[in-house]
């Protein structure tokens, strides 16, 4: 049984975050032990036993944040159960079908023989830092489209995998 479970990621405006959290919650929930924390902060994997990585998506990339927690830490993520999520799209698509892993992502996926991968849609809401994101909301494509019943679902897999090990 897996015991402690990090939860990290990168974000800029908190969507992503909040999805950490989300996830986190139903992995205490069945009695993980669990610590969300920014990818950024993360300074070693090794004291847990399981990992989901986070990022944003931005102009068809993962956040810089969660790239380097891959890259910096892709020895002992290599070791040890990975998961990836994404989050970015500001419409229902991500809802509505399955949406693959950005070329990055994926590379990384497959190096690291990760176990799964699901993107989430994004939040954009006013107050949100940065030129393109001040121009999307501009252009009135802004709003939450994460879907709190499908993350819950995702870790819900994840908790009853980890229970398995």
């Known amino acids: 049984m897996t015991d402690t479970v990090l939860v990290t990621y990168g974000t800029t405006n908190g969507s992503t975050a909040g999805i950490a959290e989300a996830v986190a919650d139903v992995l205490r929930k069945d009695g993980l032990t669990v610590e969300v924390l920014p990818a950024g902060s993360v300074t070693s994997v090794s004291p847990y036993d399981a ?9 068809g990339r993962w956040h810089k944040d969660a ?16 998961w990836f999520f994404s989050s970015g799209p500001l419409d229902p698509s991500a809802s509505e079908r399955d949406i ?8 990384a996926m497959d190096r690291l ?14 107050g949100a830092k940065g030129r ?34």
């Open 67 to 82: 790239r380097r927690f891959v890259r910096r830490h892709s020895g002992e993520l290599a070791k040890r159960p990975v």
């Open 113 to 126: 023989d990760v176990r799964d991968h699901v993107t989430f849609g994004g939040c954009l809401e006013e």
């Open 51 to 59: 990992v989901m990585v986070g990022g944003g998506l931005y102009a």
């Open 100 to 107: 693959p892993p950005v070329r990055g992502v994926r590379r």
């Open 132 to 165: 393109m994101a001040k121009m999307i909301l501009r252009s009135g494509k802004g709003g939450d489209f994460r879907d709190f019943g499908a993350i819950q679902a995702w870790a819900q897999s994840i908790a009853d995998a980890l229970a398995r090990t």
